[in-house]
């Protein structure tokens, strides 16, 4: 099973600052890495897929970089909506398709 | 607009199976995988395991003994059981659709609505 850690679990972040997101794979996984939003009370919301290409309707200031083990999520400029957790996710070899742990993005 | 509709019961007693269905409406029913994940209280996000039209199935090792996902590819459902249940398997569950494209990218887009299955005596 590949494991996926994500770091840090907490992350304090002010308004219009940007925000960098880690996810590391306990193997190489190539690109095949996916990230997601989670809002409380809601379904995760695809992001990013094929570690750096953005899906569709999701905003410029979102986006992501990596191969191999590691990987990053960032937020250019913090907005309100964007206050979540975020999960990243591997797709290289399954069963299973395997989950980071999360990160919560909060209000500094 | 492909939309997931799930229901199933929300309180269990341990040992007792969960049933959970999931009905897709719009798009593709048969061009697609369709997967469970769940997700514990505050916690992260589990898959739980995938199916077909044809019924094939994978499954997550870790629950793979209790665990059975059957399609009924002319109701565009997809249903999960779990056997043998205990206060650990407590969990929001998702149903969700596997996208896999030419290019090789993939993920889940959309997912249902979520159902919170709690297992108590």
């Known amino acids: 099973e590949i494991v996926m850690t994500q770091s840090p679990a907490t992350l304090s972040v002010s308004p219009g600052e940007r925000a960098t997101l880690s996810c590391r794979a306990s193997?190489?996984?190539?690109?095949?890495l996916a990230w997601y939003q989670q809002k409380p009370g809601q379904a995760p919301r695809l992001l990013i897929s094929g570690a750096s290409t953005r899906a569709t309707g999701i905003p410029a200031r979102f986006s992501g970089s990596g191969s191999g083990t590691e990987f990053t999520l960032t937020i250019s400029s913090l907005q309100s909506e964007d206050f979540a957790v975020y999960y990243c996710?591997?797709?290289?070899?399954?069963?299973?398709?395997?989950f980071g742990g999360g990160t919560k993005v909060e209000i500094k | 607009q492909v939309q997931l509709q799930q229901w199933g019961a929300g309180l269990l007693k341990p040992s007792e199976t969960l049933s959970l269905t999931c009905a897709v409406s719009?798009?593709?029913?048969?061009?697609?995988?369709w997967s469970w994940i769940r997700q514990p209280p505050g916690k992260g996000l589990e898959w739980i395991g995938e199916?077909?039209?044809?019924?094939?199935?994978s499954y997550n090792p870790s629950l793979k003994s209790r665990v059975t996902i059957s399609v009924d590819t002319s109701k565009r459902q997809f249903s999960l059981r779990l056997g043998s249940v205990t206060a650990a398997d407590t969990a929001v569950y998702y149903c969700?659709?596997?996208?896999?494209?030419?290019?090789?990218?993939?993920?889940?887009?959309?997912w249902g609505q979520g159902t919170l299955v709690t297992v108590s005596s």
């Open positions: 719009g798009g593709s029913f048969s061009d697609y995988y």
């Open positions: 969700a659709r596997w996208v896999s494209t030419f290019g090789g990218l993939r993920w889940f887009d959309p």
């Open positions: 996710q591997q797709y290289n070899k399954w069963p299973p398709l395997t």
């Open positions: 199916i077909n039209h044809s019924g094939s199935t």
């Open positions: 193997q190489s996984i190539s690109s095949n």
